[in-house]
């Protein structure tokens, strides 16, 4: 038996069961929209961490034997306010839903000059700043999944890994955006 803990929110494994978690966690702030409410106004990580649901989201993943190190708080908690903003899951990936075309039109949603500067982004709080943009952008549906794996597998730009989030986000809104 393997004692180790699993690391949550894998690229490609939507049926894991942090996923799981996190859904059920977003499903019950419906029942606390007071919760829901203070997680969609911090404007900060820091104040999302201060909130209790975020604490009880951190417990719930725990409990699904999904190891979390101090150190990677700030981005369940990015995970946690931005999860908060999304009013309908949406299929696709979120970069997808950005390079789509806005209805009758034929530019992105989300414009190529705000893409680029969430894809050059490297700053934790401010990668919380821009999705939290684009996600109103995207009238506030997105797939929980994808966005979740997102931000928990966003790195520096020095520190690249093959499976870095940002070239698969290229990839996705460029072939999402009109030509």
């Not at 696709?92 to 530019?107: D, E, I, V």
């Not at 997102?150 to 072939?175: G, I």
Request: aromatic content about 6%; hydrophobic content about 40%.
């Amino acid at each position: 038996m393997n004692d180790k803990p699993d690391q949550p929110f894998p690229r490609g494994k939507p049926d894991h069961s942090s996923y799981a978690v996190l859904r059920a966690w977003w499903q019950g702030l419906e029942h606390d929209r007071g919760e829901r409410a203070v997680l969609r106004r911090a404007g900060t990580l820091t104040e999302v961490m201060l909130s209790p649901a975020f604490h009880r989201l951190l417990r719930e993943l725990r409990q699904a034997n999904c190891g979390i190190a101090e150190l990677r708080y700030p981005k369940l908690a990015a995970i946690a306010g931005l999860a908060a903003r999304v009013k309908a899951e949406a299929p696709g990936s979120l970069a997808s839903r950005m390079g789509s075309p806005k209805a009758g039109g034929n530019t992105p949603v989300v414009a190529e000059l705000r893409m680029r500067n969430l894809l050059a982004c490297d700053d934790l709080e401010t990668l919380y700043t821009l999705l939290r943009r684009a996600l109103s952008l995207l009238d506030d549906q997105a797939n929980l999944a994808d966005l979740a794996a997102v931000v928990w597998h966003w790195s520096p730009m020095d520190e690249k890994r093959p499976n870095d989030p940002r070239r698969q986000m290229a990839y996705d809104y460029y072939a999402a955006a009109p030509h």
